[in-house]
């Protein structure tokens, strides 16, 4: 079974960029997508990637997230720039539409001044 394995999140000022990385144990499959939970909400599609590369965001963040891939290294990318408050979540990555055994720990993205 392939495990997902998040990183690259931690604290950022508002206006700052990080660059999330998703890293799979086997071969990725078709459609990725990175998902993020803030406190009290529920878990939410931020953006999707086919293998094609073709790519959809959900309208908080276009224009400011971008999602890649990397099939030869199992990897999917999240490229978060002007980050804002409300950015704040863990940030999980997982196929999409999701499978519950795939989520994993995420990593925590804090936008504070």
């Known amino acids: 079974q392939v495990q997902l394995v998040e990183s690259g999140g931690g604290l950022v000022q508002p206006g700052g960029s990080l660059r999330l990385s998703c890293a799979a144990s086997g071969s990725i499959f078709s459609v990725m997508g990175w998902y993020r939970q803030a406190p009290g909400k529920q878990r939410e599609l931020v953006a999707t990637?086919?293998?094609?590369?073709?790519?959809d965001y959900s309208d908080s963040v276009k224009g400011r997230f971008t999602i890649s891939r990397d099939d030869a290294k199992n990897t999917v990318y999240l490229q978060m720039n002007n980050l804002k408050f409300e950015d704040t979540a863990v940030y999980y990555c997982n196929r999409s539409p999701p499978l519950r055994i795939l989520w994993g720990q995420g990593t925590q993205v804090t936008v504070s001044s």
């Open positions: 990637i086919t293998r094609g590369s073709t790519t």
